[in-house]
């Protein structure tokens, strides 16, 4: 999966992450903690190479439902990226998650990204159902997601522990031709899907 690098608008690249890549997610990590680190636990983990690697490790194995980790690198460095896990191939279910830097935000970068990503979760994983969770408090994400046209389907209450202080957790969803849509690709001619 993502065998080659897809070209992204804005002269972005984006490529599968391997452990290979360890020393440059930590140093992408490290030099925007606080804001990586504001509603995702994984940053403060992945902040040294080792961290990284671990972090990468099952993503670049495809252990544990975790599909595929992508680096959306632009202008020579690692900028953000994106991820499939919670892969369920008996359901053909899996959630859909994206980080950016604060350099990368508002350029297009994270919606480019996850079109990408929802084109292999469509075309090489069969998803006919893609979910996004967020903390609540992060509108940014939500807003983003919804612009993609994830629908949304509720609130977890107090389903999420980050430094110790619980939080409630959007669940948004694609399903079927809606994630045709969100991935900007005509759905194919045929019976409607579900």
Not at 2 to 12: D, H, K, N, V, W
């Amino acid at each position: 999966m993502l065998a080659e690098p897809i070209a992204l608008p804005g002269g972005a690249v984006l490529r599968r992450l391997t452990t290979a890549d360890a020393e440059a997610f930590a140093a992408h990590v490290e030099a925007d903690l606080e804001h990586l680190g504001a509603y995702l636990p994984w940053p403060a983990r992945t902040a040294d190479a080792a961290g990284a690697a671990d972090w990468l490790r099952p993503y670049e194995h495809a252990e544990d439902g975790r599909v595929v980790a992508a680096g959306a690198w632009l202008e020579g460095r690692l900028a953000g990226g994106g991820v499939l896990f919670h892969h369920d191939a008996a359901q053909a279910n899996m959630e859909l998650g994206i980080w950016m830097t604060t350099g990368a935000e508002g350029r297009g970068v994270a919606a480019a990204v996850c079109r990408a990503l929802l084109r292999l979760a469509r075309d090489e994983l069969g998803a006919r159902r893609l979910e996004w969770r967020s903390a609540t408090a992060n509108v940014r994400s939500r807003r983003l997601a919804q612009r993609l046209g994830f629908t949304h389907e509720g609130t977890l209450r107090s389903s999420y522990v980050l430094r110790g202080e619980r939080l409630d957790v959007d669940v948004l969803s694609l399903v079927g031709t809606e994630i045709d849509a969100a991935a900007g690709v005509t759905a194919p001619t045929g019976p409607a899907r579900a």
